[in-house]
């Protein structure tokens, strides 16, 4: 099963992935984390479904990253007489509270949050931005439109407002009742949709109370007006590209993707860059080489995950993408201009400590000292795991941690091999030999090797990374 690449590949689980061989046939393509989709699917279905993955997780002998991603609140047009009606750039359309069904001339829009926030000359995209609509007039119940872009509108179309910050939750009711639930079967990471400013991710943080860490999803223009505070708040962030891609000018989501990947390594906060990847494979078995470039730039830039989602969730080509993924990221870290790059891109933390210094001598060690195989770094929190990461050393990264929730959560970091360690210690030497057994175990060192050590002492203190040792493996 692939596991020597640094970049890690997160699939999403839906109708094409559901059974215990597809997932494991996943797994063994090179799969490190799975993402449950709580906008479809019942919670019968999900426990299900994560259930096998922590059956799987035993008889493979790897640890698995299960995200739970949160549907948000997602906005929607009501119900139409017809299938569908036609708007004409130009024609004038209204949008309402009034739970008539929808025409050629208005539908509802059963949102107060929208009327109570919207104002004249304020864009609203429908279906994925393929219609846009500019508001002329407005009240607390009602607003006139005009196409600006027209085509096909039906029932239940998705409704995105890239100009307007609504004063509405970034969790809903069904998502506290699925974050319930998912809590309850043991996710590893939470993923909150819509974030909008910080005080989302900390409410979300509040309502977990330490079960899982968050990830923070970008997908609005507001969330990059409050970018550095969000990613400072956040355990993780994922560059949702799809609408992000609908709500800010299309063509600067790529720009947006450097910036947040930078900023999160700078952050030591790991970040997955997501949405139509490999599109193309959702029907046909090979990408598009702009795919192909595309999953690549992203390894280049030094994401930690490249996530997969309808290719995996409903595509005809589940494995083949997840292959095909691995190989695009292999190709990459072969080519000696990656960490090239990487070294280039390292930054002075934001805020440098004791741990900051440790980890950044770690990477410089291993770049001098012959025969170094591995760098072992025990955590109890996954902190110095995420410091040691951030450096992006061209070896991989074994974290020990005796939580076998935070050592899952490493699943989904750059470079990282994560293992259970419930082994306590009150000699240091005891700590070189399980350093040195895991990393021959692993098949990382050998006789004659050299492995790297970041810790905290005294041990098992959470937070606290101020130790560095070179072990010669006998």
Known sequence: MPTDTHTKILATIGPSSA???QLSDLLDAGVDGFRVNFSHGTHEEHKQRIKIIRSLE??????IAILADLQGPKLRVGNFKEDKVLLKEGQKFVLDMNPKLGDETRVCLPHKEIFEAIKPGETLLVNDGYIALRVDKCSKTSMETTVTVGGYISSHKGVNLPNTKLKISAITPKDRDDLKFALKVGVDWVGLSFVQKAEDVRELKKLID???RVIAKLEKPSAIDDLENIINEADAVMVARGDLGVECPIQTVPVLQKRIVKLCRQYAKPVIVATQMLESMINNPTPTR????????????????VMLSAETAAGKYPVNAVKMMHCIIKQVEDDPLFFETMNSTRRIPCKASE?????????ELAGVLKNVKAIVSYSSSGFTTFLTAR???????LALSPDIKVARQMALVWGVKPYLNKESFKKFSNVEKCAVKYAKATGLASSGDHIIITAGFPLNIKGRTNMLHTVYVE
């Open 355 to 363: 741990a900051d210094a440790i980890t950044f001598a770690a990477s």
């Open 19 to 21: 059974t215990r061989q």
């Open 290 to 305: 702009a795919e192909v470039s595309d999953v690549a730039t992203a390894v280049y830039d030094g994401a930690d995950t």
């Open 58 to 63: 035993k008889e493979k002998g790897r640890l």
């Open 210 to 212: 330490g079960k899982a």
């Open 391 to 397: 450096e992006r050393p061209s070896l991989p990264i």
